[in-house]
């Protein structure tokens, strides 16, 4: 068996589940053909899950791999809404033959946790970005696995932010470029949202006009919602992080594009 804890490095959504530097426990266990079944993978998931997280139920569904067969995704079920937090198969008899392995004479499990959503799910952690948190509060509460008592969450501000972009950005791209144009008040983001997106048939003129919306590109409306779980966030630093965001993201007619500044919560 190979455990490797680490940090993941990946583009991602941003919300109170989500992070782009994630912890992760790839675990493989190698073995005789017969280990590669199903009914042994669902074991390895029991096993794991009683563990860390007894308390919850938990389901899954397939989710096909390049280097696993048999590939599931496995829910955690938090309050009734399913919370992902592994991935795993039979690793795949291609990946075997390839290391040089018979796979007449061994088989075996590949299995990948998110370590940050199972304490999260073990602890009550409303927010992933606490478990980073450098308030005293929040860090004292962060060397075991007592149940979670709430540190005040401050107010959120949110605001939707209208772009000029080109089509089909996913919502991994967007908020990418979002983190980096933020830059060190990155960990202020709570939540991007992507609300909607139009093609310039679907727009009047004066939208197209207001936007500097080029030819071949679309709008894309994001919601934007930011809370620091240390400090209350001034509307002026607010204001001037949206502004940032605005600019960074706009790829339509340079000094066009317009942001919707009315507060949301």
Sequence with gaps: MLAAPGITFRR???????????HQMDIWVLGDPELAA???LL?????????????????????PHHYTEGGIEVNVLNDGAPVEVLECGRIATSLLERLKIDPSQ???????????????LRKGIP?????????ERVQAQMHDLKPWSTVSRLPSIARDISLAVTPGLSEEVLTE??????????DWIE????????????????????L??????????????????SRSITTAEANALYSKIQSALHEGAPGAGYRMDSPMV
């Design 127 to 135: 927010d992933i970005r606490l478990l980073r948190d450098q308030n």
């Design 212 to 229: 500097g919306l080029l030819p071949g590109q679309e709008n894309v409306l994001l919601r934007v919602v930011l809370r620091d779980c």
């Design 106 to 120: 061994h088989g075996g499990l590949a299995l990948g946790m998110g370590l940050d959503r199972l304490t999260m």
């Design 38 to 40: 199903h009914e042994h």
């Design 191 to 210: 939540e991007m949202q992507v609300k909607g997106r139009w093609q310039s048939s679907d727009l009047p003129v004066q939208a197209i006009e207001r």
């Design 177 to 186: 470029r979002m983190l980096e144009a933020a830059g060190d008040c990155s």
């Design 43 to 63: 074991r390895l998931v029991g096993d794991i899950l009683k563990s860390a997280v007894p308390d919850k139920s938990w389901i899954y569904s397939d989710s």
């Design 12 to 22: 991602d959504s941003r919300d109170r589940w989500h992070c782009a530097e994630p």
